[in-house]
């Protein structure tokens, strides 16, 4: 979709982009290309999109796979969402916040459409990345993988082997393998964000599979980050159950500095320190 074509269906839908929904229309069939090739869709494939918005990626979407289903929250684009529901006949459109969706729920469209296993393909609101990268990679019944446009600077520290970590890369590293398929800058979009973007694959997405308890891991992850100003030693010492001299012990074992910061460990490291605590 160009430019052109897009201004030409928001007048004519009498449609503006909602900047508190992050509303940032792709206008290159290039970058579209893109994201449905790093997808690697095949035919018998079911995919979630989120936020089809006018369903420019949706098209796309369903030229390749069995069955999209698409989840969307703003009525606004009920007008052109349904020329496409019109036009083919393997989309499902559910007019819902795609946070809100339950284990069950999703389970049961599984069901509906006898499909084992499913792929998410989205341009998703960069306010929602976190979140709605940690509910699938979190979920009962994971995806195949995630091919998504998010913001670039957090596609990079996603996909980088080494560097500064976040609760969401880490989130990815400890549950999956991801690539970064592409930057995309910042003039693909209309209206133009501050920001360049980038396509973000994530892949070989698997249960815990480490010989520590998740829950402990991920209690030790989100104290360590609770305060960024704060060492690694310090945030962790807020825990009730957990003496200076164990984590001395503990940081002694894994050879961690006392004054290293939550961000600087690795997915190892933190197995490593959960063990030895």
């Known amino acids: 979709m160009t430019l052109e074509e897009l201004q030409f269906i928001l007048k ?31 035919s018998e494939d079911l995919i979630l999109e989120v936020g089809p918005g006018l ?4 098209q796309s979407l369903l030229e390749k796979a069995k069955q999209v289903v698409a989840f969307e929250i703003d009525k606004n684009f009920q007008k052109p969402l349904n020329k496409l529901i019109n036009t083919f006949n393997n989309v499902e459109l559910i007019w819902q916040n795609i946070l809100s969706l339950s284990d069950q729920q999703w389970l049961e469209i599984l069901t509906k459409y006898k499909a084992k296993d499913y792929k998410i393909v989205a341009n998703i609101p960069y306010y929602l990345t976190a979140k709605f990268i940690q509910k699938f ?7 195949l993988s ?4 998010v913001q670039k600077e957090v596609a990079e520290r996603i996909a980088a082997e080494k560097g500064k970590h976040s609760r969401l890369s ?17 003039d693909n979009f209309y209206p133009q964000p501050k920001v360049d973007s980038a396509v973000i694959h994530i892949f070989n997405i698997h249960t815990w599979d480490y010989d520590v308890d998740e829950k402990f891991v991920w209690q030790l992850i989100r104290r360590g980050f609770a305060s960024k100003r704060k060492k690694l030693f310090n945030n962790l010492l807020t ?25 600087n460990l690795s997915p190892i490291n933190w197995l490593e320190l959960a063990r030895n605590l």
Not at 55 to 58: E, H
Not at 146 to 149: D, I, K, P, R, V
Not at 170 to 186: C, E, F, G, Q
Request: glycine letters at 4%.
């Open 146 to 149: 995630m091919t998504l446009m």
């Open 170 to 186: 880490l989130s990815v590293a400890l549950y999956a393998d991801s690539k970064l398929a592409r930057i995309v800058r910042k």
């Open 239 to 263: 825990d009730q159950n957990l003496d200076k001299e164990k984590l001395l012990f503990a940081f002694d074992k894994v050879r961690l500095d006392a004054n290293v910061r939550a961000e």
């Open 55 to 58: 369903g420019a990626l949706t």
């Open 137 to 143: 990679i979190l979920a009962d019944k994971k995806p």
């Open 12 to 42: 004519k839908h009498h449609l503006t982009p909602n900047k508190v929904r992050g509303q940032n229309f792709l206008v290159s069939d290039e970058v579209l290309g893109d994201i449905i090739k790093a997808s690697e869709i095949i």
